[in-house]
């Protein structure tokens, strides 16, 4: 049984169709590239995997389940999406740090916080600097290690590199592999060639549908 | 009593005070003038017929009635305070319940310390000023929340893209939306006797009585508004910032 897997999901706003018929399937480790020009419909296929949108037609299925019948509140803390400008919350680094503890209602790990930090070449004084006076690409990484302290079963990057210098981009990247290597399944929008020829398998997307 | 009577000629006098407003909006090209006149008719004819309305209660005494001139004034204010909800899937029971409970649980208060009589004279009065005050704040709490799901649209996704769920997305703009709806009552607090002498106090000097004793009300009525105006924009916060999600914990598009 494929982890996700979408069935002729169509999405309609009252304006336009962004989606029409889309059928693909991730199984568990899977590393998967989703590519095409802009408006195409790839940010709504991820946000509809990630349960943030509901398709008006369609299923998706996770382990076999239809989302519809799901809780998506657990959901998405297995199948987590990481958005291409990120909003960092409140004051600090801790502040956001600390969120996917408060919502699980656990006790904040500041020792797991610091390591998560150093995995994206961050010392452990970033905890308790102003989100205000980090570089975009520090915030990048701060939001992508906030979804990464509990490790999701599903990862979807919406072009998370974008606008990103090197040095960020180099780092985020081999976080990108070490998540994938611990088990991860990574669906990822991205126009970077390192990420596609990182990535397993590649999906085209064109004018809303997958091109075969 | 007789030296605070108002004469029908007197006040058809001061009517001239609209026509004031009027010049202004007509001066000024504001297209406000059919505005006025449609508040003041609907202010004269509102007033004359609460006075009998209220001559009438006072006059039966009846605590049935009392209470029913109360639920009238709850279902009113409730009614104008989720006009102020600018979020098309606002839900009307949610002011009711906001409205009935702040009211009640202020009025109990003050009944069972005895600061107030169940009368319909003092009952009455003192629940309209209760629910007047809890629909503004609640109307101020609706608005913050349009605000801020509007303005934090993006951040209420990425928590929830967390694993948030609709209450924990929600509560930073929540508790701005109760501050914001709780600050003007505060400040009134704050500045009251110093600016303005509010209605209750200034009722009762008109009426003859001594300032002194006026203020014991208008401490009551301070008191009473903090408590009212809490409640009221703490229990219709928390039930309408659901409204923005749907069932699947989707932030809606609005």
């Known amino acids: 049984m494929a982890l996700i897997e979408l069935k002729q999901v169509a999405y309609q706003t009252d304006k336009q169709t962004i989606l029409q018929e889309v059928s693909f399937a991730l199984e568990a480790g899977d590393y998967v590239t989703l590519t095409g020009p802009s408006g195409s419909g790839k940010s709504t296929t991820l946000k509809l995997i990630a349960g943030l949108i509901s398709p008006t037609n369609g299923q998706i299925l996770y382990k076999g389940r239809n989302l519809v019948d799901l809780d998506l509140v657990p959901y998405r803390r297995q199948v987590s999406y990481c958005f291409q400008q990120p909003t960092l919350f409140d004051e600090t680094v801790k502040d956001n740090l600390a969120f996917p503890f408060a919502i699980r209602k656990q006790p904040f790990d500041e020792e797991r916080a610091k390591a998560a930090l150093e995995r994206v070449d961050l010392s452990a004084d970033y905890l308790d600097k102003k989100i205000t006076a980090l570089s975009g690409g520090e915030k990048q990484r701060v939001a992508l290690i906030r979804n990464l302290l509990f490790r999701p079963e599903v990862l979807l990057l919406d072009e998370v590199t974008t606008g990103l210098d090197e040095t960020s981009k180099a780092i985020v990247h081999q976080l990108i592999a070490q998540v994938q290597q611990e088990g991860s399944t990574i669906l990822q929008v991205t126009h970077d060639q390192e990420e596609l020829a990182a990535s397993h398998k590649l999906l085209q997307m064109e004018k809303g549908g997958i091109l075969k | ?254």
């Open chain 2, 1 to 254: 009593m007789k030296a605070m009577a108002v004469s029908n000629l007197s006040l058809f006098l001061s009517f001239a005070l609209v026509l004031v407003s009027v010049a202004i909006s007509w001066k000024e090209r504001l297209g406000l003038t059919k505005d006025i006149f449609y508040s003041v008719a609907r202010a004269v004819i509102q007033l004359i017929i609460v006075g009998y309305v209220l001559k009438f209660i006072m006059h039966v005494n009846n605590a049935l009635l009392t209470f029913l001139m109360t639920l009238f004034i709850i279902f009113n204010a409730a009614w104008n305070a989720n006009k102020r909800d600018p979020n098309p899937n606002r839900q009307f029971w949610q002011s009711i319940v906001a409205l009935i409970v702040g009211t009640y649980v202020t009025l109990g208060v003050l009944l069972l310390t005895k600061t107030v009589k169940l009368k319909p004279m003092q009952i009455i009065p003192i629940t309209g000023m209760i629910a007047g005050n809890e629909m503004v704040a609640m109307g101020l709490c609706y608005k913050a929340l349009a605000t801020g799901f509007h303005d934090q649209r993006q951040q209420v996704l990425e928590k929830l893209a967390l694993g948030a769920d609709v209450k924990q997305a929600s509560m930073s703009i929540l508790r701005r939306s109760i501050k914001t709806a709780m600050q003007p009552t505060i400040d009134s607090a704050k500045t009251v006797g110093l600016v303005s002498l509010p209605g209750m106090m200034s009722g009762l000097i008109f009426a003859g009585v001594d300032p002194v004793y006026a203020i014991k009300y208008q401490i009551m009525v301070t008191f009473m508004l903090l408590s009212a105006t809490g409640l009221g924009a703490v229990i219709a916060g928390y039930l309408a910032y659901r409204n923005y999600f749907n069932r699947q914990s989707q932030l809606r598009e609005n």
